[in-house]
């Protein structure tokens, strides 16, 4: 009995010992960098306030002299120093959170539970899964250059939203690659459009359009505010994989210029009047800038996905803050709404949305047109 006690002591102090080594080490390792990058002012640097301890992660927090105030360049340099994720935040104090475990460089996607509804996985981040609920935020931006995850990212919500609700999900994609990464999708019973260029791209919006006019005229005549009080049984999503190639460009043909002006005009609408009424927008792009990602879109698509981006104003457009030029793994993304999280996105392969989504093909398009719930105004492209 005497010896277990013993033993037990020993392993709690040994623990105990352990934990300060590491905090101590830590704490010498950021106040030589805060010397090193000069993050003082007038000489003063950051003073240790205190500690907190969590199960996965040391947070340090610092009282900063007046005048001192955030560095882009703090968080990567310390990332790099401890040789740990590091995540580094200011709100008056300096608050530098140091996790003891990295992110694995892949999840699949199967290990993540389902919340149901209209929310879907964004990832698995330090604190554990962080989810997304399209009914609370309805657009989203998904940049990331390319090969770095953002159409693994689209085709995984895709499949989790077909999962969790097989009759009350309609997509109407423009696949504006070329209609390559989601033509294989396009008799999917819950896809209504896979549009491959700017003809069947304004089309396709120009239909969505008239569906909302109809859906809002329809909640106005039962006083309600949105989709979900009205008690809408279906939400549409609109996935526009590249948005960059709406841009109208000197190279289009004149007739190709007013159909992306249509589309561009179109998703201004969706995106300011549309999200409450039940249609959300899935804003990926390669090249967020200014020009591409305007202020109506940015205003409105508050949720941001950014993947690895060549540029740190590239990552400003994006996510207002720099940081996705930086991100190191294919599937590694910010995630950032009012807060911000560092993910890994949950990894599915073609042939595990194949095997999930098989039973909703419907081998022709007459078929596929009679077993959707029957609306007048829908078509089928591609
Ligand atoms: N969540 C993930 N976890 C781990 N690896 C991933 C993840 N997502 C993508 N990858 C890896 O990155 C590769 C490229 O992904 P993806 O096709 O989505 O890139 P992309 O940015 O959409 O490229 P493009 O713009 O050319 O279509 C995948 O084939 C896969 O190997």
Same mark, same amino acid.
């Given at each position: 009995?005497?010896?277990? #006690? ?6 709690? $102090? ?15 390792? =950021? ?37 001192? =105030? ?5 968080? *990567? ?30 999840? +699949?996607?199967?290990?993540?539970? #389902? ?22 935020? *309805? ?5 990331? $250059?390319?090969?770095?995850?953002? %159409? ?12 969790? +609700? ?17 033509? &294989?999708?396009? +008799? ?11 003809? !069947?791209? /304004? ?29 809408? *049984?279906?939400?549409?999503? =609109? ?18 210029? !007013? ?12 995106? &300011? ?18 020009? =591409? ?6 205003? +409105?698509?508050?949720?941001?996905? /950014?993947?690895?981006?060549?540029? $740190?104003?590239?990552?400003?457009? /994006?996510?207002?803050? $720099? ?25 599915? %392969? ?18 596929? !047109? !009679? ?6 105004? %829908?078509?089928?492209?591609?």
């Amino acid at each position: 009995m005497i010896v277990e #006690s013993i033993g037990i002591s020993l392993c709690i $102090s040994g623990l105990l010992f352990s934990a300060v080594r590491k905090t101590t080490l830590d704490q010498q390792k =950021i106040q030589h960098t805060f010397k090193n990058i000069d993050y003082d002012a007038k000489g003063y640097a950051p003073t240790l306030l205190k500690t907190i301890k969590k199960d996965s992660y040391f947070e340090y927090v610092y009282n900063v002299p007046y005048g001192l =105030i955030d560095d882009d360049k703090l968080q *990567p340099v310390l990332q790099k120093t401890l040789d740990k994720p590091v995540h580094v935040y200011f709100d008056g104090k300096l608050h530098v959170r140091v996790y003891h475990k990295k992110l694995k460089d892949r999840y +699949n996607y199967d290990m993540f539970e #389902s919340l149901g509804g209209w929310t879907i996985p964004v990832g698995m981040a330090q604190e554990g899964v962080v989810y997304h609920d399209f009914d609370t935020i *309805p657009h989203m931006v998904v940049a990331g $250059s390319t090969t770095w995850g953002k %159409t693994v990212f689209m085709k995984m919500l895709m499949t989790h939203l077909i999962e969790n +609700n097989p009759d009350g999900v309609e997509f109407y994609i423009l696949d504006l690659k070329g209609g390559l990464a989601f033509h &294989r999708y396009r +008799n999917l019973k819950q896809v209504k459009v896979v549009a491959g260029d700017y003809k !069947e791209s /304004a089309k396709a919006l120009k239909m969505v359009k008239r569906d909302i006019k109809k859906d809002m005229d329809y909640l106005k005549s039962i006083d309600a505010e949105n989709a979900k009080e009205g008690n809408l *049984p279906t939400r549409k999503f =609109i996935i526009i994989d590249e948005a960059g190639e709406l841009k109208p460009e000197k190279s289009m043909s004149d007739t190709d210029k !007013e159909y992306a002006k249509d589309c561009q005009s179109i998703m201004n609408h969706i995106a &300011r009047v549309a999200g409450q009424v039940g249609y959300k927008m899935i804003f990926g792009t390669q090249y967020p800038t200014k020009e =591409i990602l305007d202020s109506q879109i940015k205003a +409105n698509a508050v949720a941001r996905v /950014a993947f690895r981006l060549v540029t $740190s104003v590239q990552s400003g457009v /994006a996510i207002d803050q $720099s940081g996705a030029e930086t991100l190191e793994y294919p599937g590694r993304a910010i995630y950032k709404t009012v807060k911000e999280h560092i993910v890994q996105t949950p990894f599915i %392969t073609k042939f595990e949305m194949q095997e999930k989504l098989r039973r909703y093909e419907v081998n022709d398009d007459t078929t596929r !047109e !009679e077993s959707t719930t029957p609306r007048t105004d %829908t078509i089928t492209i591609g």
